[in-house]
């Protein structure tokens, strides 16, 4: 791995010395991972203009089994505790006689920008901006390998949690055992609080699990996702519970369904994100469902849960192949609950077969 986070980081540093900076600092722990590997918490990059540096706040972690960084960058444990590891690696920048820093303001704190501008009074900070964010966005056969066993364990959690008897167990237990699962089965842990809702709960994005007991005839809408090795994927299914499905249920469920594949079916390189979110959406807006849509339709995944690109009504930009993104659209009706149905796939060219879809568990309306 040392080769490719070296060609990451020239790919940055390329980018960098274009922008006139013949240094940076890497604070958001997503990029510092990406460009570093697993580095303690809180740890800094510095792009050096002669030497880069793993700027750590404490020892690195000798634990076998452990994530470990980049083995090709030599790792500056600050002297005392309670330091800033930014701080320290704009200092480091000064001494590597850099008199351009970039920085990324997004991550930074307004005190920690003048703490950089007070030790190293002399180094002109820039704006790194999202550069690192755009490096991501486009996978890797190994990152998207990582994305393909955590689905797989997704998949598996849900699968078992499905065999188990559901009626009269709250949303919050269901979803503390789903993670339990997770865990269980290789994950590094939930790549977000999971969500399962039931009756009037089903069908709404991000909902937090109340005490709320499953009941027969519900609606039950189940989202989790599994973070492997630091990659996160997500899987969102809709069952009914203990019955067959009533009129309206099926009704709705046929039209969420139908929206899903038409935002998957429209995954190809080259599309525009606004045109993946408007294949799914006019699907449900033709039914009579446009107040109240959520406001993307999917988004990306990888280091984060939520990450470029955005598919989105306003979104700017095209598809490029190797991309995992979710399509996630759902209904909810007020008062009665409502459908949501989530699966990541990987952006392929038709030729190679076309959309990816590595969240596999059934879309079939089962009754459980």
């Not at 940055?12 to 900076?21: F, I, K, N, P, V």
């Not at 759902?330 to 009665?336: A, C, E, F, K, M």
């Not at 409502?338 to 059934?362: H, K, Y």
Request: glycine share 10%.
């Amino acid at each position: 791995m040392s080769d490719v986070y070296a060609a990451r980081r020239t790919r940055l540093r390329e980018r960098c010395h274009a922008a006139g900076s013949q240094s940076a600092v890497i604070s958001h722990p997503a990029n510092v991972r990406y460009l570093a590997g697993a580095a303690p918490h809180g740890s800094v990059l510095l792009l050096g203009r002669r030497e880069d540096l793993l700027v750590c706040p404490g020892p690195l972690d000798d634990r076998p089994g452990e994530a470990r960084p980049d083995e090709s960058l030599r790792p500056h444990l600050l002297a005392a505790p309670g330091g800033d590891p930014a701080v320290a690696a704009a200092d480091l920048a000064a001494a590597q006689d850099a008199d351009a820093l970039a920085v990324e303001e997004h991550h930074l704190t307004v005190a920690r920008h003048r703490a950089l501008s007070s030790v190293a009074p002399h180094l002109r900070l820039t704006d790194l901006g999202s550069a690192v964010e755009q490096l991501r966005v486009v996978k890797d056969e190994e990152e998207i390998s990582c994305l393909r066993i955590g689905a797989e364990i997704a998949d598996q959690a849900l699968g078992e949690l499905l065999e188990s008897i559901l009626v009269g167990r709250t949303e919050r237990h269901l979803a503390l055992e789903l993670e339990r699962r997770l865990v269980d089965h290789g994950a590094d842990g939930p790549a977000f609080p999971t969500s399962v809702a039931t009756g009037p709960n089903s069908g709404r994005r991000g909902h937090r699990p109340t005490d709320r007991r499953v009941e027969e005839g519900d609606f039950l809408s189940v989202c989790l996702g599994a973070t492997y090795r630091g990659y996160r994927c997500e899987i969102g299914r809709t069952f009914v519970i203990g019955t067959s499905p009533a009129d309206w249920q099926i009704e709705l469920y046929d039209l969420v369904f139908s929206a899903q594949r038409a935002g998957r079916e429209s995954l190809v390189p080259g599309a525009a994100y606004r045109d993946v979110d408007r294949a799914a959406r006019q699907v449900l807006d033709s039914a009579g469902h446009a107040e109240g849509l959520q406001p993307l339709t999917g988004h990306g995944v990888g280091l984060e849960i939520d990450e470029d690109p955005q598919l989105a009504p306003s979104a700017m930009g095209k598809l490029d192949a190797c991309v995992p993104v979710t399509v996630e659209p759902g209904v909810h009706l007020p008062g009665r609950g409502g459908v949501r149905i989530d699966d990541t796939l990987v952006v392929r060219p038709e030729a190679d077969g076309g959309p990816e879809l590595l969240t596999i568990t059934t879309k079939e309306l089962l009754a459980l």
